[in-house]
């Protein structure tokens, strides 16, 4: 019997904490629930801002397959440079063409492919290009090559995200949102099968305001 595909997916990972959780907790999660890909959003990786070249490195050298990001991925100027080069770190696939770096790729995960799509939205965030127009443009082109695609939506307002896993319902894997920081309890299947939930939290500091400290 072949072994089910399991896919790993973090929310946020906020500053040294949240880097010293994942990375501390990695391996035993994917050796005890034989995980095959893992998928972390990491815009918040330095200090809350950002991510740079030499903490993307250390995730990939402790075992994420791939990272997905948000508004903060500019933070660090130094990234811009590493972007360019590293395709296993994702910008929001609807930035304006000619933004440095890519918004989705293929990796193999055993005998499958997996298909990781970052989309931002635009309510109360900086206005980029439609998401859902973007979607449309890039599950297309991606189904071409796996039918198994998951979606990291970044959005600000729960109803946009709510409303990106209604419109890829039946054509993406998965739809989980991300930004919030705040985990959401509304996990569930949709009628076309896409795995949806509006937002994975953060892994950051338990005792603080979204990863930042209580006192500020």
């Known amino acids: 019997m072949t072994k089910p595909l399991t896919i790993l997916v973090v929310g946020d990972v906020f500053g040294e904490p949240g880097r010293a959780a994942l990375l501390g907790l990695l391996p035993r999660l994917k050796r005890e629930h034989e995980v095959d890909c893992t998928i972390v959003n990491v815009e918040n990786a330095a200090a809350g801002f950002g991510v740079t070249p030499q903490i993307a490195r250390s995730f990939l050298d402790g075992g994420v397959d791939v990272m997905t990001s948000g508004n903060h991925i500019w933070d660090r100027k130094e990234i811009i440079e590493y972007i360019v080069k590293e395709n296993l ?28 799509l970052n989309l931002m939205g635009r309510v109360f965030l900086p206005t980029i ?62 009628p076309g099968g896409t795995a949806y939930i509006t937002d994975l939290g953060m892994t950051g500091p338990v005792d603080s305001v979204i990863g930042v400290a209580r006192e500020l």
Not at 91 to 115: D, E, F, I
Not at 153 to 171: C, F, I, N, P, V
Request: hydrophobic share 40%; net charge negative.
């Open 89 to 116: 770190l994702l910008r929001p696939a609807n930035y304006p063409a000619g933004t440095p770096g890519v918004g989705s790729v293929v990796v193999k995960a055993g005998p499958h492919k997996v298909a990781v």
């Open 129 to 190: 290009d439609c998401p859902f127009r973007k979607a449309d443009e890039e599950v297309a082109r991606l189904r071409e090559e796996t039918a198994i695609i998951v979606v990291d939506m970044h959005g600000e307002a729960t109803s946009e995200k709510q409303a990106m896993g209604w419109y890829l319902d039946g054509r993406a894997s998965a739809v989980l949102g991300t930004h919030s920081h705040v985990q959401t309890a509304d996990e569930r299947i949709l």
